[in-house]
């Protein structure tokens, strides 16, 4: 009898320790309702981040997330984790340590104990981790639950569009979890606990993420040794020297834009305009006829509107980069805006200063030009210049309609009257659409062919300076 109810009791422990080891190790955790998200090229974190910003509703998208993260547009990429928790914490999330080392198998488990508890508590967490092998791409993922009923990590995949609550066996989530950090190994976890969130919402113009996807789209079919660099709202793309395109970007573009917008243009261009500075003449010619299929007819450069694109010679200078630079401004801020007004300005401020923070054209070399035909009694009256057409001021040029309108608008600069001249052009463009009107207007004259004898003896007055 005795030895009956030993066996008895031995065999009720074999049963209660295998009911036991068949226990899950985690209860089941869920949090459902969340939108699920397609991210855009290499946004996966952003993604990640806007699903449960939606689930909270919030309107802060992908775009938002990227631009709230500082990370450079110019490198053509989605953030990386540090710079995506930068991104969270500024919106209100605690994210807590976002890469943890780990020391053995033992702490990895209780990383994924700290996960879960989390979902219970109903916060999930955005994870970095490889693709599908232990050595694939990393990639962010936005975990969302565990289901005791299969030990899987629920979790919504942003690279896929049929990616919401997917199921990972979490065994293979733990193998895919884990990193090869630069020292040691460890794991990328960024909790999505929502402390105070700021007011957001998805922005209405051109944001750096708009940016960033651009230069993308660039880099996919662009040679080896190119530069890339954004300084909005232009790219330039170059083969020169990385040390002479950012000093292109900082020196010219920017200071540039910033002086043109200042005085003459309220906005940026509606595309993004990209800038291809090539080194030589025998690049640019190239290249024109490489990417765009026109082989220019210029040495200098020129701006291809089709192309949303400008493209220079840059060893002739940078006085070309800035007058190529204005005709998308004038597109975008001035539509029907005359040629001859167009050119002027663009003409006027390819050799450029600042004075008094506001940008100026000096004299430069289209004078000896504009001086030869006053000379030979050729140049045409201003009424004609004014009212040419696209096809007139372009194809039928008498060799002089270029430096007219440059030392047009040069006149008036002096006068102080050009940027009046540009907003009341700009506001009488309906009942005056070639601004000839409003030109006698501003310089308060009558007679415009004894101005015109005027202005010709202060050309020949003036004297080259560059």
Same mark, same amino acid.
């Given at each position: 009898m005795y030895r009956r109810i030993l066996q008895l009791a031995i065999l009720t422990v074999v049963l209660t320790t295998q009911a036991e080891?068949?226990?899950?190790?985690?209860?089941?955790?869920?949090?459902?309702?969340?939108?699920?998200?397609?991210?855009?090229?290499?946004?996966?974190?952003?993604?990640?981040?806007?699903?449960?910003?939606?689930?909270?509703?919030?309107?802060?998208?992908?775009?938002?997330?990227?631009?709230?993260?500082?990370?450079?547009?110019?490198?053509?990429?989605?953030?990386?984790?540090?710079?995506?928790?930068?991104?969270?914490?500024?919106?209100?999330? *605690?994210?807590?340590? /976002?890469? #943890?080392?780990?020391?053995? @198998?033992?702490?990895?488990? +209780?990383?994924? $104990?700290?996960?879960?508890?989390?979902?219970?508590?109903?916060?999930?967490?955005?994870?970095?981790?490889?693709?599908?092998?232990?050595?694939?791409?990393?990639?962010?993922?936005?975990?969302?639950?565990?289901?005791?009923?299969?030990?899987?990590?629920?979790?919504?995949?942003?690279?896929?569009?049929?990616?919401?609550?997917?199921?990972?066996?979490?065994?293979?989530?733990?193998?895919?979890?884990?990193?090869?950090?630069?020292?040691?190994?460890?794991?990328?976890?960024?909790?999505?606990?929502?402390?105070?969130?700021?007011?957001?919402?998805?922005?209405?113009?051109?944001?750096?993420?708009?940016?960033?996807?651009?230069?993308?789209?660039?880099?996919?079919?662009?040679?080896?040794?190119?530069?890339?660099?954004? *300084?909005?709202?232009? /790219?330039? #793309?170059?083969?020169?020297? @990385?040390?002479?395109?950012? +000093?292109?970007? $900082?020196?010219?573009?920017?200071?540039?834009?910033?002086?043109?917008?200042?005085?003459?243009?309220?906005?940026?261009?509606?595309?993004?305009?990209?800038?291809?500075?090539?080194?030589?003449?025998?690049?640019?010619?190239?290249?024109?006829?490489?990417?765009?299929?026109?082989?220019?007819?210029?040495?200098?450069?020129?701006?291809?509107?089709?192309?949303?694109?400008?493209?220079?010679?840059?060893?002739?200078?940078?006085?070309?980069?800035?007058?190529?630079?204005?005709?998308?401004?004038?597109?975008?801020?001035?539509?029907?805006?005359?040629?001859?007004?167009?050119?002027?300005?663009?003409?006027?401020?390819?050799?450029?200063?600042?004075?008094?923070?506001?940008?100026?054209?000096?004299?430069n070399w289209r004078l000896p030009g504009l001086k030869k035909a006053i000379a030979a009694g050729e140049l045409p009256s201003f009424e004609?210049?004014? $009212?040419?057409?696209?096809?007139?001021?372009?194809?039928?040029?008498?060799?002089?309609?270029?430096?007219?309108?440059?030392?047009?608008?040069?006149?008036?600069?002096?006068?102080?009257?050009?940027?009046?001249?540009?907003?009341?052009?700009?506001?009488?463009?309906?009942?005056?659409?070639?601004?000839?009107?409003?030109?006698?207007?501003?310089?308060?004259?009558?007679?415009?062919?004894?101005?015109?004898?005027?202005?010709?003896?202060?050309?020949?007055?003036?004297?080259?300076?560059?």
């Open positions: 080891d068949r226990l899950p190790l985690y209860q089941r955790a869920m949090i459902f309702g969340v939108p699920h998200v397609v991210q855009k090229p290499d946004f996966c974190g952003e993604a990640s981040a806007e699903m449960y910003l939606r689930k909270l509703g919030e309107n802060m998208d992908q775009d938002y997330i990227f631009d709230r993260s500082g990370a450079d547009p110019s490198e053509g990429r989605g953030v990386y984790a540090a710079e995506l928790a930068t991104a969270l914490e500024k919106i209100g999330f *605690e994210v807590g340590p /976002v890469w #943890i080392p780990l020391d053995d @198998e033992d702490q990895l488990d +209780s990383e994924f $104990r700290a996960l879960h508890a989390d979902l219970v508590d109903q916060i999930p967490s955005i994870v970095c981790m490889h693709t599908s092998e232990e050595n694939g791409d990393e990639h962010f993922r936005l975990v969302l639950g565990y289901d005791s009923r299969d030990d899987t990590v629920v979790y919504h995949e942003p690279a896929r569009e049929d990616g919401s609550y997917m199921k990972m066996e979490r065994e293979r989530f733990m193998e895919l979890w884990a990193l090869q950090g630069q020292f040691q190994w460890g794991v990328i976890r960024l909790r999505l606990d929502p402390v105070e969130l700021e007011y957001g919402d998805q922005a209405d113009n051109r944001t750096k993420a708009d940016y960033a996807q651009h230069v993308m789209e660039l880099r996919e079919g662009l040679e080896e040794g190119f530069t890339v660099v954004v *300084e909005e709202p232009f /790219v330039l #793309i170059s083969d020169a020297h @990385e040390v002479e395109v950012r +000093s292109h970007a $900082r020196r010219i573009v920017s200071r540039a834009v910033a002086l043109l917008k200042k005085d003459f243009f309220t906005s940026d261009p509606e595309d993004i305009i990209d800038i291809w500075l090539f080194e030589d003449s025998e690049s640019y010619r190239y290249h024109s006829e490489e990417l765009f299929g026109h082989s220019p007819d210029t040495p200098y450069g020129y701006y291809s509107h089709r192309h949303k694109a400008i493209v220079l010679d840059i060893s002739t200078g940078g006085g070309t980069l800035v007058h190529e630079m204005v005709h998308p401004f004038v597109n975008s801020n001035f539509s029907g805006c005359p040629s001859w007004l167009n050119e002027g300005l663009a003409s006027l401020f390819e050799y450029p200063t600042s004075r008094s923070g506001h940008i100026e054209g000096l004299v004609w210049l004014t $009212r040419q057409t696209d096809d007139e001021f372009y194809g039928e040029d008498p060799g002089t309609n270029y430096s007219q309108s440059r030392y047009l608008c040069y006149y008036l600069q002096e006068r102080g009257l050009l940027v009046d001249y540009y907003h009341a052009a700009y506001e009488n463009r309906g009942d005056d659409p070639t601004g000839f009107e409003t030109l006698k207007e501003i310089l308060e004259v009558e007679d415009m062919i004894q101005f015109q004898r005027e202005w010709q003896g202060w050309i020949m007055d003036l004297q080259t300076e560059g």
